[in-house]
């Protein structure tokens, strides 16, 4: 009976069917979501309030993908995307939707994710709008652009949605226009010398991806050309072309990965010319930033997150905290000022070196980084007689470790400052956080990426009182 229920769900729609379709509400990748006979279809394009014509483009067990045919009621909001690569692109979801709708819809992306996986009433939270930008545009500090063939000429751009195909992008409205003008220049450069782009299929040629990072504040900006092969034809030659044709770069960087994977950066880096790193000013703090080093790619945006961030965690100068996810200690160092001490760990040694560096010449004595996991060195000092008052957890999109959650919850800590960037997995650990005696008290909501579908939060865990 189970399995003729599943059939007949399935059969309820055909690949090329098409039909009237009202959008609900936005999906965590930015797709309009509607329902067909009870059924979840996914249309990329559509918007929340839209009535439109779908055509089913793909099937699943549980959902359908389909495509927009016709609008046949279009939402107040709707607009006319500024960027002729925006519909092959991929980078930027929301293009067609006016910010002020942006902002209110990244909102309830966030409700969603809490009512799917908690039992939580965000009513009984201090649930904020989303804060947005002045002017969302230009605002990415760092640009990492693969460099393929189309019709014999180098192009350099993002794979288009869903495939290996990619799209030449020669300039980007979302990037600092210094990474635009380093990109197309280095294509040139490489093309003039007859330096080839990597061919994934034939395991052939050298360039992979050019990245570029501009710090904002400081001006300084770092080419790191990556390649498939340690040896660089002419490599001496394209320095020194960079030197005469873009003499503001300060640090040019060489990184090897030889691997068939995804991954931009391989394991080698050498430095081709200038400085290792570059520094990049937050607020009134300046860091160190080598070629690999994760650092907030808004930084606009960056002085607002971890002001939030240091207003959850509610700091008196007494308080012990320890930095997870540290990175090159960005949120840490700027908590430092009104802790008694900070601890923070990663598991990217480079990361801990530049964090280390960093706090040093910010002139904080109450900063300690360590290589490694959080969950490894929490026991071992609580062990040691050292227990923190906060935890500021900042983790990738997957969330956080099982183990680390189980650490936090046989550590407790008085408070937890959740930095997320994806809210189902925020979602997600909340709930465990909730049953291992938190209450969840603030949701933030930040957009980090104006024009995508992607919301950062600030999320302000309590140790529930026992009495």
Known sequence: MEKQRKKQTEL?????????????????????????????????????????????????????????????????????????????????????????????????????????????????????????????????NKSQMQVGNADDKLITGLFQTGSHRLIDIPECIVQHPKTDEV????????????????????????????????????????????????????????????????????????????????????????VLDGKEKIRETLGELSFNLSAQAFFQLNPAQTNKLYDLAKEAAQLTGNERVVDAYCGVGTIGLWLADEAKELRGMDVVKASIDDARNNAEQLGFTNA????????????????????????????????????????????KPKRIVYVSCNPSTLAKNTNDLLKAGYQLEQLQPVDMFPHTAHVECVAQLVLRDKN
Request: proline residues 5%; charged residues 35%.
């Open 12 to 140: 309820k729609m055909k690949v090329g069917q098409r039909f009237p379709l009202t959008i609900k509400r936005l999906g965590i990748d930015g797709e309009g979501v509607g329902y067909y006979k009870r059924q979840v279809v996914f249309v990329r394009g559509a918007l929340p309030g839209e009535e439109v014509v779908c055509e089913v483009t793909k099937l699943h067990r549980k959902f359908a993908e389909g495509k927009i045919r016709k609008i046949r009621k279009a939402s107040p909001h709707r607009t006319e995307a500024p960027c002729p690569v925006y519909d092959k692109c991929g980078g930027c979801q929301l293009l067609h939707l006016t910010y002020e709708g942006q902002l209110k819809e990244k909102k309830d992306i966030v409700r969603q994710a809490f009512e799917r996986y908690t039992k939580l009433n965000l009513d009984k939270v201090k649930f904020a709008d989303t804060v947005g930008m002045e002017e969302p545009w230009r605002y990415r």
């Open 368 to 411: 300690i980084f360590e290589t490694g996991k959080a969950e490894e060195w929490l026991p071992k000092w609580v062990k040691e007689g050292w227990k923190p008052d906060v935890i500021v957890v900042d983790p990738p999109r997957s969330g956080l470790d099982e183990s680390l959650i189980n650490t936090i919850a046989r550590v």
């Open 183 to 270: 990109t197309r220049t280095v294509k040139e450069i490489l093309e003039s010398l007859n330096i080839s782009a990597y061919n994934e299929k034939k395991r052939k040629g050298t360039v992979r991806t050019i990245v570029t990072r501009v710090g904002f504040e400081t001006g300084e900006v770092q080419l790191v050309l990556v390649t498939a092969t340690r040896d660089f034809p002419k490599r001496d030659l394209f320095v020194e072309k960079i030197n005469e044709r873009l003499p503001f770069i300060e640090s040019i960087v060489q990184n090897i990965n030889p691997k068939k994977t995804s991954m931009i950066f391989g394991e080698e880096t050498i």
